[in-house]
């Protein structure tokens, strides 16, 4: 993991003046980590995708057979995530209005599913989705985006023994599916497509 963060205090310069605001703090930061919160695939919540798997499954000439539901990929890596934010401080108005807004942007990037079914030849699945068969392994490859603004604004007042504070939050962000895998979307089928949908929304059949 790998972080920088920058800030910068306008009231502490020798050429800030001013008696309306008590404190300007602008900050900025920028992170790139692995993280592994992502990782729910498979049959173990996310554990040991890595590794190939053999179980007992089917018939052949009056005996039971042995089937690899996912095969193995060493080289599967954590998931990845980038994000930059940057935050605007100020305290106003003798230290009785604080205003305090945040904007950032994020993207994942190698997200881990069973290989699209266009990366590994049709010979080596069979199966549907549900009951699927393969020697196809799990990899990186989804990729989310997201980006928003948070805020708040608060207002404290004494009148004697009496403290009131008023406040407001907000945000507002946006959530995209940037990369899936669509490989088994066509003209007659356009409901099932998820790339450049919103992250969160539910996908349905149709």
Known sequence: ????SIGWNITNEDFFSSSLFNNIMLSASLTDM???????????????????VWKSGGWFDGSSCLVSPQGANPDLDFVHRKEMSANLKIAMLNNSLFIDASIYKAKKTGLVQLAPKDMFPGYMSHGNDADRNTFASYVNYGENEYKGVDFSVNYRQSFGNVKMQLGVNGTYYQTTKSKRDDSGVDESTPWKKESGQDYCTLMGYK
Not at 37 to 50: E, P, T
């Open 1 to 4: 993991t790998k972080s920088a």
């Open 34 to 52: 692995n993280e592994d919160i992502d990782i729910v695939a498979g049959n173990y919540a996310g554990y040991y995708l890595y590794e190939g």
